[in-house]
């Protein structure tokens, strides 16, 4: 007797034909076991329709447990179970005998293995990706070019700004008005002379030497001063002496007395000049003197020693002639300034 025939009979005659009569059996003038293997039947064919139903759990919970299939299938799992442990022993220990002898040669292919895995192409690409995704992307042209326009403006101005501080345009300024005048282009023709004559009436001499110095790759340095000492002799003062008297003190005097810079007479009876010495008188007598002293070697009855006239004649820049044409520049000078305030 199956499973689903034992429920059906413990349950009572009129329970089942209450369960026939809601299937829509036919169970009028059936004995008890008739209607238990009617309803056996039927629910057997319809087990589709009413194996969900709750009625009807436990006759179809007990046919499938009671099913022979189900314990043919146990069974011949259990039959292969039983056989296949033996077999997975045997080769269990086979291959424990066999990691024993070869431990060590298989240890270092694991090795081998795991570092050619960490240096497959892949994994470096992997790492390199990584990184790539690490580094910061530099930022956009116009961003780029903002940033230095804004640091060249910053330093533009903290140069303009240490610029200023320092003071140098008004010194240029303050040099450029003093060297724009006719005194002080004359000053600057007199200090000319006297860097030439310097050394024929001073002559150097030897004072000590600077050792070379071998990081800077310098040789010895012979330092040598002019001998003071000859200001104390005759040699100094005769050609000085002469050179001051012919191309400045005469000159001078002469600008001073004929000066040609008077302003147009006042009320005031006191005349009143632009330069208290005359440049354009200055430049004349001096290149009258120096020409007739230097250049004709007049000695005005012995007065003039042309020993030292020679001196000075070596010594000046291209000789009496240099003087003449400093005189000739200090002229135009003179009469381009003169122009100018007219």
Do not use: C
């Amino acid at each position: 007797m199956s499973g689903g025939s034992n429920f059906l009979a413990k349950q009572k005659k009129a329970d089942l034909a209450d369960l026939a009569g809601s299937l829509g059996l036919e169970h009028d003038g059936l004995k008890k076991a008739e209607l238990e293997l009617e309803l056996e039947n039927y629910l057997t064919k319809n087990s589709a329709q009413y194996s969900s139903d709750s009625r009807f759990t436990s006759f179809y919970k007990r046919r499938s447990d009671s099913s022979p299939v189900k314990k043919e299938a146990s069974s011949t799992l259990s039959d292969v179970d039983s056989k296949t442990k033996p077999v997975r022993r045997r080769v269990t220990k086979a291959a424990e005998d066999i990691g024993a002898t070869d431990d060590s040669e298989v240890e270092p292919t694991g090795a081998r293995a795991r570092s050619a895995l960490t240096r497959t192409p892949r994994a470096s690409a992997l790492s390199n990706l990584s990184f790539a995704s690490s580094v910061p992307l530099p930022p956009s042209p116009a961003v780029v070019a903002e940033a230095i326009d804004r640091r060249t403006q910053v330093l533009r101005s903290k140069v303009s700004d240490a610029f200023d501080e320092s003071g140098i345009v008004e010194r240029a300024h303050a040099t450029r008005e003093s060297l724009s005048t006719v005194a002080s282009v004359e000053s600057l023709i007199i200090l000319f002379e006297l860097y030439f004559l310097r050394p024929e009436l001073l002559s150097d001499r030897y004072a000590f030497t600077i050792p070379a110095i071998s990081l800077l790759k310098t040789p010895d340095y012979a330092v040598k001063i002019p001998d003071l000492f000859l200001l104390l002799t005759s040699s100094f003062w005769g050609p000085a002496s002469l050179w001051a008297v012919t191309t400045f003190f005469i000159p001078l005097i002469a600008a001073y007395f004929v000066n040609l810079t008077s302003k147009p007479k006042s009320r005031s009876s006191h005349t009143h000049f632009n330069y208290a010495f005359d440049p354009l008188t200055f430049n004349i007598v001096k290149a009258l003197l120096t020409y007739v002293v230097f250049g004709q070697d007049v000695t005005f009855g012995g007065f003039v020693n042309l020993e030292h006239v020679a001196r000075i004649n070596s010594a000046l820049y291209g000789g009496y002639q240099g003087v003449l044409v400093g005189t000739g520049i200090g002229t135009l000078i003179t009469l381009y300034e003169a122009v100018i305030r007219k």
